[in-house]
């Protein structure tokens, strides 16, 4: 089964990505900040990562940037998923390695399709 990492510090939208997820046949692990996403990948490495910008600690920026300069983690798709959904945040999200970029309030039949295209490639 597919399985996806949602790191999300709000509790709320966690539930509603999860939910999303679950109901289109992923498996989900969780994470409420950057360094335990790091801790979860090194551990369970999965098949695609949702990742929030604003989060304790480290940002979903910086989150992104370290996974994808490691050769281990390159390949994993990336979508930022953020309140932060200006042009500029999009462009400066791609610049640090996402695959797809989506401004929160998720629409969850998006999220999923963009999910199962990353997997796919």
Known sequence: MTTALVVEDSRTDMQV???CLQQGGL???TA???EEALSKIS???PDVIVLDVVLPGRSGYEICRDLKAEAKT???PVIICS???G???KFWGMKQGADAYLAKPVDQEE???TVKQLIKR
């Open 17 to 19: 990505i999860i939910s």
């Open 27 to 29: 498996n989900v692990l």
């Open 32 to 34: 409420d900040s950057g």
């Open 43 to 45: 551990s369970h490495q």
């Open 74 to 76: 390159r390949t994993i």
């Open 83 to 85: 309140t932060k959904s």
């Open 87 to 89: 042009e500029m945040d």
């Open 111 to 113: 999220l999923v399709r």
